[in-house]
């Protein structure tokens, strides 16, 4: 057991090496960059920021990086896409700093758009949702939500809703991860299906299974599994499984890959992190991934 967290000490400290030297010269960070390209994304920046605040480490040029955040939103507050809004703006609130401008009519009017156009329930389109609503919890928590967020996200939660449990057209732990993490910013209660759909996404050689009836996983899959066990105060059957998914994901850079022999990424390692925090029981989790009340995190 002592080797094991001697050598976790080494893994993670490689990993911190590798979240560092991926920091580009504006501030942000871009896990591609050691190819010669210097573009800073705002997902890769708030992965970082993340992990460098759950490690407790100074956040390297921290002034160029809020301008950089900052700088994501036009004249009129609006961001290029959701993806950028919901990204850039859990960056800066980790940072304790804020936008320039109020992102609340730009969201609003994704929310709108997005209910008129009546697109077809999938795991983008869920996805989406569930940041929509993450950020306006973010940026209003004290305020009821607009009722057409409210309802686009219920409309999408009842789209990918499978009956015997789980999220998806083919039910899985990352549509379900993620539309269990919408429906707690929702309020909504479980559903006891899902804790067996859950359970039964456990497996002793992955820790997790991608779905029930699957043969592989990956770390996002891990992720959103423990999170919501780390949520519904379930201990995971097979925690030292996870872990050695975990550390089979992590190539020579330091950083960690989606799964074992794939390229390391500033998500996948945010991943890495957060499931080590997720078996540890570690309260960072709930704040850092930002999908629990305020209230949860209290309990």
């Not at 928590?141 to 789980?166: F, K, N, V, Y």
Request: charged letters at 20%; glycine letters at 8%.
């Amino acid at each position: 057991m002592d080797m094991d967290m001697d050598n976790d000490q080494k893994l993670w400290a490689r990993a911190q090496n590798y979240v560092l030297s991926r920091q580009s010269a504006d501030g942000g960070f871009c896990f591609y960059r050691v190819w010669g390209v210097e573009e800073s994304t705002a997902p890769d920046t708030y992965y970082a920021v993340a992990v460098l605040r759950f490690w407790g480490m100074a956040i390297p040029y921290r002034a160029e990086l809020v301008r950089w955040l900052q700088s994501l939103q036009d004249d009129q507050g609006r961001y290029s896409s959701l993806t950028n809004a919901s990204f850039g703006v859990r960056a800066l609130s980790l940072l304790a700093a804020a936008p320039l401008r109020d992102p609340r009519p730009h969201v609003l009017n994704w929310a709108a758009q997005a209910a008129g156009h009546k697109k077809a329930a999938n795991s983008e389109t869920l996805r989406d949702w569930q940041r929509c609503i993450q950020l306006q919890r973010l940026l209003a928590p004290d305020e009821p939500l607009p009722e057409i967020m409210r309802s686009g996200a219920e409309a999408i939660l009842h789209g990918m809703e499978a009956a015997a449990g789980g999220f998806g057209s083919h039910p899985n732990l990352v549509d379900s991860g993620i539309a269990w993490a919408l429906q707690r910013l929702l309020g909504q209660p479980h559903r006891p299906q899902d804790r067996i759909f859950l359970h039964a996404c456990e497996d002793a050689t992955l820790g997790l299974r991608l779905s029930p009836d699957g043969a592989s996983t990956r770390l996002e899959a891990i992720f959103w599994g423990i999170l919501q066990m780390a949520h519904l105060h379930i201990a995971p059957q097979y925690p030292e499984a996870v872990m050695a998914y975990v550390r089979a994901c992590q190539p020579v850079n330091g950083g960690f890959g989606r799964r074992a022999g794939a390229i390391a990424t500033l998500e996948g390692t945010f991943h890495a992190v957060m499931i080590a925090a997720g078996l540890s029981r570690n309260p960072l989790l709930q704040m850092l991934t930002g999908i629990s009340t305020s209230a949860d995190v209290l309990h």
